[in-house]
């Protein structure tokens, strides 16, 4: 067993503690779904594109590839944001739900 003194514990804490505030790209997925390039094609403003996903579904919250929550869709001020309901483990994969 490795035990570590107060100057190896600061030692460890200020190398982590340097990368809090290194921004990270946080992606919300609302749906995906298949389309075949004709219909891309044929997309003009009014259009409608269907989701799979229904109203109150989990939304998924992946930062750097890596699926870390879901959540839900609120809005705040005006603006879009998610509410988190989950936090996922290292294994799930987006789309994947617990039963």
Not at 72 to 87: A, D, F, K, L, T
């Amino acid at each position: 067993m490795l035990a570590f003194g107060a100057e190896e514990d600061e030692e460890i804490f200020h190398s982590v503690k340097f990368i809090e505030d290194v921004p990270l790209i946080v992606i919300v997925e609302i749906g995906r779904t298949v389309m075949e390039v004709q219909n891309v094609l044929n997309l003009k403003k009014g259009s409608m594109v269907v989701f799979e996903k229904i109203v109150g579904e989990p939304m998924d919250i992946v930062v750097g590839d890596q699926l870390m929550a879901r959540g839900e869709i609120v809005v705040v001020n005006e603006r879009y944001g998610v509410r988190i309901s989950e936090v996922t483990r290292p294994d799930e994969k987006v789309g994947e739900r617990r039963e």
